[in-house]
T-cell receptor
């Protein structure tokens, strides 16, 4: 079955350290891929998206993600984390035949220590 | 240009009551989507609507849940005879067109948090 997996439920990093959040998908074709961030009690904000073209995608707030077809992954990265990045991060895909429907992973909660 | 507006932000209901959640899409957006986020889980698709039409309701529970998006006014998600398991955050999103693409993405509202006592 088609699915999106975020293997890490909870990650803690020190402020200033680098960050990588993992996302894997099980999908027959090249999907549309997204990363969203949800701050506590807030809605979702789009960080970046991949539809086609350059596999390294730049987003807002200094985030980037790389689509690797061979690994079925779309990992989110940031070179230097700020305390304000503490939030929950969701990977999402648009699946085959559902070009208007997002399917979300279960999320990774990021904690930043000072 | 206000974003996607949802109200109420917080709603408390007793078991058996009805809950109505409203969503006003961004200006110029005619496509509305409802998602539910249960505690400690990701968002799950519920329903996709255009003005006066339900396009995809494959994620809606078969009973007690309904959604509409009338010609005038906000989209409404209605939950009848609520149970404790309905406690969740309900998010609305909108887009200008139906088929997602690089230029057509979903914009989410801040959500409505339903608590059933």
């Amino acid at each position: 079955a088609q699915s999106v997996t975020q293997p890490d439920i909870h990650i803690t990093v020190s402020e200033g350290a680098s960050l990588e959040l993992r996302c894997n998908y099980s999908y027959g074709a090249t999907p549309y891929l997204f990363w969203y961030v949800q701050s506590p009690g807030q809605g979702l904000q789009l960080l970046l998206k991949y539809f086609s073209g350059d596999t390294l995608v730049q987003g807002i707030k200094g985030f980037e993600a790389e689509f690797k077809r061979s690994q079925s992954s779309f990992n989110l990265r940031k070179p230097s984390v700020h305390w304000s990045d503490a939030a929950e991060y969701f990977c999402a895909v648009v699946l085959t035949g559902t070009a208007s429907k997002l399917t979300f992973g279960t999320g990774t909660r990021l904690q930043v220590t000072l | 240009n206000a974003g996607v507006m949802q109200n109420p932000r917080h709603l408390v209901r007793r078991r058996g009551q009805e809950a109505r959640l409203r969503c006003s899409p961004m200006k110029g957006h005619s496509h509305v989507y409802w998602y539910r986020q249960l505690p400690e889980e990701g968002l799950k698709f519920m329903v996709y609507l255009q003005k006066e039409n339900i396009i995809d309701e494959s994620g809606m529970p078969k009973e007690r849940f309904s959604a509409e998006f009338p010609k005038e006014g906000p989209s409404i998600l209605r939950i009848q005879q609520v149970v404790r398991g309905d406690s969740a955050a309900y998010f609305c999103a909108s887009s200008p067109r139906g088929r997602l693409s690089g230029a057509n993405v979903l914009t989410f509202g801040a959500g409505s948090r339903l608590t059933v006592l």
